[in-house]
């Protein structure tokens, strides 16, 4: 293998891919805080989310997505939630990271139907990563640790 390259799993954990980076990422290594009220929503993207690796903690309320960041927060790396449940409530779980120096540093992806685009510069507005519009495959949430990769280039020490 040639300098600077790196190996990254993918698809079933057992496929590799190799990119040019200088950081080698496992993706069974990164945990990701699943926010959404739809059951059956959060079974399919929670299923798509192992079949990359991911560690998941999926919840499905502010109140849970709040406990959550309380008590795991620091060990969370991507936030993955509902539009509408990270607008919703005056926005508290947008305020409550913001507020945490331990937190405001995670990237928050948001979930969105095709009907609710107009929600994008709101929620971006209020702080969010990036967003990605629903149905979406399993390739398009193997990519979400590069959200990782461009909030830690942002930390100032």
Not at 28 to 42: G, H, I, K, P, W
Not at 66 to 73: E, H, I, P, T
Not at 102 to 114: G, Q, S
Request: proline residues 3%; contains cysteine.
């Amino acid at each position: 293998m040639d300098k600077g390259e790196s190996i990254i799993l993918s698809g079933n954990c057992s496929n590799r891919d190799h990119l040019t980076s200088n950081d080698l990422i496992d993706l069974s290594n990164v945990r990701v805080l699943l926010c959404d009220t739809d059951a059956e929503s959060c079974q399919e993207v929670l299923a798509l989310l192992k079949k990359c690796c991911y560690q998941v903690i999926p919840v499905s309320s502010v109140v849970d997505a709040l406990d959550a960041l309380n008590s795991q927060g620091p060990c969370i790396d991507i936030i993955l939630a509902e539009a509408s449940l990270l607008i919703s409530n005056g926005a508290k779980i947008f305020n409550f990271i913001k507020l945490d120096i331990n937190l405001k540093h995670i990237p928050v992806i948001m979930m969105l139907d095709e009907d609710e685009v107009p929600l994008v510069l709101k929620g971006l507005v209020l702080g969010a990563t990036d967003y990605l519009v629903k149905p979406f495959s399993s390739i398009e949430l193997m990519k979400l640790w590069t959200h990782m990769k461009r909030n830690s280039s942002k930390l100032v020490y």
